[in-house]
């Protein structure tokens, strides 16, 4: 069956550009999951969506960050005014429901930003 | 609040010999334990779980875990390694009552042949 997309795989931005990262999850999964993966690091946790609520988002790293997920299924990131810190691998994870159920990653999206 | 250490960076063996990789967690009580593995142009794909009960787990790919609440650890074992698990993992920790999961730095493992 399909899994979890996300679209574009690579994406260059300039410095102060605006980007939207677009992740859908397998069908039928509650839980939504974004992650910030530096080079040579792990996943860090950016936010959680159960449905369309927005429960936990505790590890944006600054209001230039903002997810959503109106309609309880395909989700989006976006970032304002990128920095080259914003450099990284993004991925989404969909899980049936909670963080006791399997995660299903995503490929991620490459992000640069020159 | 949580963390996770995986204390190797990266871990070189013997196609066919046996593996342990650490992994370390800090948290108050016992959390959700999970060993991820990250293979080149693949996504993250979970090998094993822990929640309660029986502290030896097994997984996908001939992979086990033990926890171990004493030392707050969690190390993957694998008896046997074979080239195609050449990969990076991570293991990672979850809060049950919340909905945060906290991954390590990950380990590299290379196969020698």
């Known amino acids: 069956g399909a899994g979890v997309s996300q679209s574009p795989r690579y994406k260059v931005a300039k410095r102060g550009q605006d980007v939207a990262l677009r992740c859908d999850p397998i069908?039928?999964?509650?839980?939504l999951f974004w992650y910030q993966q530096a080079l040579g690091q792990g996943p860090e946790f950016l936010t959680y969506?159960?449905?369309?609520?927005?429960?936990?988002k505790s590890g944006l790293p600054s209001d230039r960050f903002f997810a959503e997920r109106p309609e309880g299924s395909v989700s989006t990131l976006k970032i304002q005014r990128t920095q080259q810190e914003d450099s990284a691998v993004y991925l989404c994870?969909?899980?049936?429901?909670?963080?006791?159920?399997?995660?299903?990653f995503g490929p991620g999206t490459r992000l640069t930003v020159t | 609040a949580q963390s996770v250490t995986q204390p190797d960076i990266h871990i070189t063996v013997s196609e066919g010999a046996s593996l342990e990789l650490r992994c370390n967690y800090s948290?108050?009580?016992?959390?959700?334990l999970f060993w991820y593995v990250q293979s080149p142009g693949q996504g993250l794909q979970l090998l094993l779980k822990?929640?309660?009960?029986?502290?030896l787990v097994q997984g996908i790919k001939g992979f086990e875990a033990e926890f171990k609440r004493s030392q707050s650890s969690f190390n993957l074992r694998k008896p046997s390694v074979h080239c195609s698990d050449a990969a990076e993992f991570f293991c990672?920790?979850?809060?049950?009552?919340?909905?945060?999961?906290?991954f390590g730095a990950g380990t590299r493992l290379f196969v020698k042949a």
């Open positions: 948290y108050g009580a016992t959390p959700y």
């Open positions: 822990y929640f309660s009960g029986d502290t």
């Open positions: 969506f159960q449905n369309e609520a927005q429960l936990d």
């Open positions: 069908s039928g999964h509650v839980s």
């Open positions: 990672a920790v979850a809060n049950p009552g919340g909905f945060k999961t906290i």
């Open positions: 994870a969909s899980s049936y429901t909670g963080v006791k159920y399997e995660q299903y």
